[in-house]
C-alpha cells in the first residue's frame, strides 16, 4: 500500500481548524489541482468561488444551517455547476440559439455539469490532505440557494452546488466505517440476490452501531439502515426543481 491510498483511507471530516488562514499559494495549488481532474468533452463546466469575506461566510454558515465550520476555518470554497460559460462560448461562436438552449436544457449537459464539479472538488479535497489539512464538505448550502445565489452574485446557468471547508485541524475525529466492499463491488452485473444483500447490510449495522456506542459512550447506536430510512422519510429540499428553473436550467 502506498502513501496516497493510506492518506485516502484515512480521510475524515474535520469540522475544527485552527485559527489560521491558508496562504494564497496553497490556494492557488488546491484550484489547480481541481482543474485537473477528468472532465467530460473538455467542457469544464464548474465554477470555484474562494470566500474570505468574514461577513460572507457568517450568512454562508447561517444558511447552511447554523454550522461554524463555515465561517471558522482556513479558507472556504463554494464549487459550483457552470453553463453560463459554455453558453458564451457558443455565443462567441455565433452557435444558433435554438441549438444551444437545446443543450444547455438538456439532462444530459446538467449531469455532465454536477459530475465534473464533484470530480473537481474531490481532486481539490486530495490536495488539501496532502498538504496536511482537513475539509468538510458543505451540503447545507442547498438549504436555501436562492439567499446564497445572491450572496454569491451567481448568474443564470449557475448553481451553488456544496461548499468546503478547509484548514488546518484542531481536533482530527475518527474515520467511519463503510460500508463492506463485496456490497458496494459487483463483478461482471449487479448482484441480485437480496439475501445476500441484506446479510451484509445487517452485519454493517452491528458496525457502525458499535462504533458511535464507543465514540459517545454509549449515548448513540445508531445503525446504518436506521439512519437511511430516516432520511428517506423526511425528504429534503423538494424546491429544487424550480431552483434550476429560475436559474434558466429546465432539465428536458
Request: aromatic share 8%; net charge negative; proline share 3%.
Amino acid at each position: 500500500m502506498n502513501d496516497t491510498i493510506k492518506m485516502l483511507l484515512n480521510h475524515r471530516s474535520i469540522r475544527s481548524y485552527k485559527d489560521e488562514s491558508l496562504t494564497d499559494e496553497q490556494i492557488h495549488h488546491i484550484v489547480q489541482s481541481a482543474q485537473s481532474a477528468a472532465t467530460s468533452s473538455y467542457v469544464q463546466a464548474y465554477t470555484i468561488i474562494g470566500v474570505k469575506d468574514a461577513s460572507k461566510k457568517e450568512k454562508l454558515a447561517e444558511l447552511a444551517g447554523n454550522q461554524a465550520y463555515v465561517a471558522k476555518n482556513g479558507h472556504f470554497f463554494v464549487f459550483c455547476l457552470d453553463l453560463h460559460r459554455l453558453e458564451l462560448a457558443a455565443e462567441l461562436e455565433g452557435a444558433a440559439a435554438e441549438q444551444i438552449e437545446q443543450a444547455l436544457n438538456s439532462t444530459e449537459m446538467f449531469m455532465i455539469g454536477v459530475i465534473d464539479t464533484a470530480l473537481a472538488a474531490q481532486n481539490a479535497v486530495i490536495a488539501a490532505e496532502s498538504m496536511g489539512l482537513g475539509i468538510c464538505y458543505i451540503g447545507g448550502l442547498r438549504n436555501q440557494l436562492d439567499e446564497v445565489s445572491k450572496l454569491l452574485q451567481t448568474p443564470n446557468r449557475v448553481v451553488p452546488l456544496f461548499g468546503l471547508s478547509v484548514g488546518y485541524p484542531a481536533n482530527l475525529s475518527d474515520t467511519k466505517p463503510r460500508l463492506p466492499l463485496a456490497n458496494v463491488y459487483h463483478e461482471d452485473g449487479y448482484n441480485q440476490d437480496q439475501s445476500e444483500l441484506v446479510d451484509q447490510l445487517q452485519a454493517y449495522d452491528q458496525v457502525i452501531s458499535s462504533y458511535y456506542s464507543e465514540r459517545t459512550g454509549g449515548a448513540r447506536k445508531d445503525r446504518w439502515s436506521e439512519a437511511m430510512a430516516k432520511l428517506l422519510q423526511n425528504p429534503k429540499r423538494l424546491y429544487m426543481k424550480r431552483f434550476l428553473n429560475d436559474k434558466n436550467i429546465p432539465l428536458e
